[in-house]
């Protein structure tokens, strides 16, 4: 199955909660909420208590993604906002391994991302504890950024790599830059899970959620 995921980053925050609505009852099955917090990224985003704000207003998948520093400290915070899955970077975690399994005992699904500077074969340690690879197409901490093109070569490497280690389950999400013009390009080097930030929010949100998801 394939998913498209609204990254809120991109919203109007004064009619949030109304924005995710909209794009749920278009289609998206998947909400991609960005935390930030000025130190792993450079840019501050939301917390907790907004994503425990907008969890009222649907009851699709809520994809959290920690550019946080440590998110280790925080994923229990995040569960009881109503995170559906966690995903924290690689480059971001002194002990990876613990993070994903803290984020998994709590019977959320557990997701590790990659920057783009960092290889793929930094996963192989973690495949047996993870539900999601995240294959950043643009450098975290900012929306609006152009897609790297050389992200189709790690989003095969990626496929290849969960092929090769038994675990064809595996989802892999791509996220920045993300649009009409690559979707389909980026669904055929295997990803299962597109993050669209201004090709939802900017227009009708409706008409881009619907326009999208015909491409996947």
Request: net charge negative; hydrophobic share 50%; proline share 4%.
């Amino acid at each position: 199955m394939n998913y498209l995921a609204p990254s809120v980053l991109a919203a109007d925050f004064s009619t949030l909660g109304n924005d995710i609505a909209v794009a749920a009852a278009a289609g998206a099955r998947m909400i991609h909420l960005d935390v930030m917090d000025g130190i792993f990224v450079p840019n501050i985003s939301f917390g907790a208590p907004v994503i425990a704000s907008v969890r009222k207003v649907t009851g699709v998948l809520f994809d959290v993604h920690l550019m946080i520093h440590e998110p280790i400290r925080y994923v229990e915070d995040f569960k009881k906002a109503g995170a559906d899955m966690i995903t924290v970077h690689y480059e971001a975690c002194e002990e990876v391994k613990d993070t994903l399994l803290a984020i998994r005992s709590m019977g959320v699904k557990a997701g590790i991302a990659i920057s783009p500077d960092t290889p793929v074969c930094v996963l192989i340690p973690y495949l047996d504890c993870v539900d999601m690879v995240l294959v950043m197409s643009v450098y975290p901490g900012f929306g609006g950024q152009s897609f790297i093109e050389d992200s189709i070569l790690k989003i095969r490497d990626v496929k290849s790599m969960a092929k090769e280690h038994n675990r064809q389950d595996l989802w892999i999400e791509v996220d920045g830059g993300i649009d009409r013009s690559n979707i389909e390009k980026v669904k055929e080097a295997g990803a299962n899970v597109m993050v669209a930030g201004s090709a939802v929010f900017r227009g009708n949100i409706m008409q881009n959620v619907k326009e999208l998801k015909d491409l996947l």
